[in-house]
């Protein structure tokens, strides 16, 4: 099976261009997160969708920064204007979210798979 | 609101011995909890979970974690380290908020040296 798919896989760009991040959840998958790590602030959730749906934006910095998930196989992260701080490892990551309907709560989710991340440069 | 703390920047352990990765949580209800590893330029893999049941929970490679509710700790445990261990371990509660959000913490670096 293919995991979580992420391109590109590094990014060097300058200051003021856009950057488009990109990433193929697990087939079946029906929840999408985006996450950034740096030393400094460790791993931050940016925004997560559920059936292609932003549920949670409220960690997405500024208004530089944008996500959508057009269907079910693709999403893309956007930051524009992009600036040096926003250097950092940008990761994709899917899981299954049982709904809560079936009765099983949260101990159906499935764990989160994470891809292996787009290491992006901002000079 | 929920969190999960990482006391420890870094562990180190000599192969063979055994390793505990500590973590502690604060979440109000029933904490549903994880861990990961996440090796170099790699994305974060799954250990294991506990939702309900044993405390002591089994994962992969060998790890293990012990649920501990008056304690509030999930440490991470393995009998025997091996160098290959050597990695940046996550520990995380998921969200009581509904849906499958997790609060990760802040990491903690295993160096497991001969």
């Known amino acids: 099976d293919a995991g979580v798919i992420q391109s590109p896989r590094h990014e060097v760009t300058e200051m003021g261009q856009e950057v488009t991040l990109r990433c193929k959840p697990i087939?079946?998958?029906?929840?999408l997160f985006w996450y950034r790590q740096t030393m400094m602030r460790g791993l931050e959730l940016l925004i997560y969708?559920?059936?292609?749906?932003?549920?949670?934006d409220s960690g997405m910095p500024e208004d530089r920064f944008s996500a959508k998930m057009p269907n079910a196989s693709f999403s893309t992260l956007k930051i524009q204007p992009s600036e040096p701080r926003d250097s950092a490892v940008y990761f994709c990551?899917?899981?299954?979210?049982?709904?809560?309907?079936?009765?099983?709560?949260?101990?159906?989710?499935?764990?989160?798979?994470f891809g292996d991340g787009t290491r992006l440069s901002i000079l | 609101a929920q969190s999960v703390a990482q006391p420890e920047d870094q562990v180190n352990v000599a192969e063979g011995n055994p390793l505990t990765v500590k973590c502690t949580y604060s979440?109000?209800?029933?904490?549903?909890l994880f861990w990961y590893v996440q090796y170099p330029n790699r994305g974060l893999q799954f250990l294991l979970k506990?939702?309900?049941?044993?405390?002591l929970v089994k994962g992969s490679y060998g790890f293990e974690a012990e649920f501990n509710k008056s304690q509030t700790s999930f440490h991470l445990k393995k009998p025997s380290a091996l160098v290959s261990d050597s990695a940046l371990y996550f520990c995380?509660?998921?969200?009581?908020?509904?849906?499958?959000?997790?609060?990760f913490g802040t990491g903690t670096q295993l160096k497991v040296e001969l």
């Open positions: 990551a899917s899981s299954f979210l049982v709904r809560f309907a079936l009765g099983q709560g949260a101990r159906g989710n499935q764990p989160q798979h």
């Open positions: 087939s079946g998958h029906n929840s």
């Open positions: 969708f559920n059936n292609n749906v932003p549920i949670d």
């Open positions: 979440v109000s209800g029933n904490p549903y």
């Open positions: 506990y939702i309900t049941g044993d405390n």
């Open positions: 995380a509660v998921l969200f009581t908020g509904g849906g499958n959000k997790l609060t």
